[in-house]
């Protein structure tokens, strides 16, 4: 499968080279006026019946992370200092900082939970006061720091090595 800004034009491109996809993702060029602004984004299964999924890229920043996972972030002094992702069978950090962020709001179609807007409103709220002042400007290369644990990073080295990447 290809995927990532595909249309007419890459298919084609493609076409002409040796290739062995047999799937395109045409999504954004497909949907969008491309010469508006577009939101370039996927969502990527990572699990289906418990079997961990991974979607390869030979691009190492467009790998998923296989698998169920618990994300936890660390404070310091009232202020993030980073995120850390995780598989869903591991241990909690025995740190006392680390709270977890999972929230599921959904299961199935059929038990979608009602979430109270106002409430999501002042929690993201909240949430801001405590980045670092340099990450909430526009004119800064500063970026927040997420990390995959050992377990984690293993997973997904295993099933690329698998699927031959």
Not at 86 to 113: C, K, M, N, V
């Amino acid at each position: 499968m290809v995927s990532d800004n595909i249309d007419e034009y890459k298919i084609d491109e493609l076409n002409q080279l040796e290739h062995k996809a047999d799937t395109f993702g045409v999504g954004t060029r497909l949907i969008t006026g491309y010469q508006k602004p577009a939101l370039n984004g996927v969502y990527k299964i990572n699990c289906l019946n418990g079997k961990p999924l991974i979607k390869l890229s030979d691009n190492a920043a467009k790998a998923s992370l296989p698998g169920k996972k618990k994300l936890y972030r660390f404070t310091t002094n009232n202020t993030y200092s980073h995120d850390l992702i995780q598989t869903e069978g591991e241990a909690a950090p025995p740190e006392p900082e680390a709270a977890e962020l999972r929230t599921i709001r959904w299961h199935s179609a059929d038990e979608l939970q009602k979430s109270d807007i106002h409430q999501i409103r002042s929690e993201v709220f909240e949430h801001k006061t405590k980045l670092a002042p340099a990450l909430l400007r526009f004119d800064t290369d500063a970026s927040y720091r997420v990390k995959i644990s050992d377990k984690l990073r293993e997973l997904q080295k295993d099933l690329s090595k698998i699927h031959g990447l």
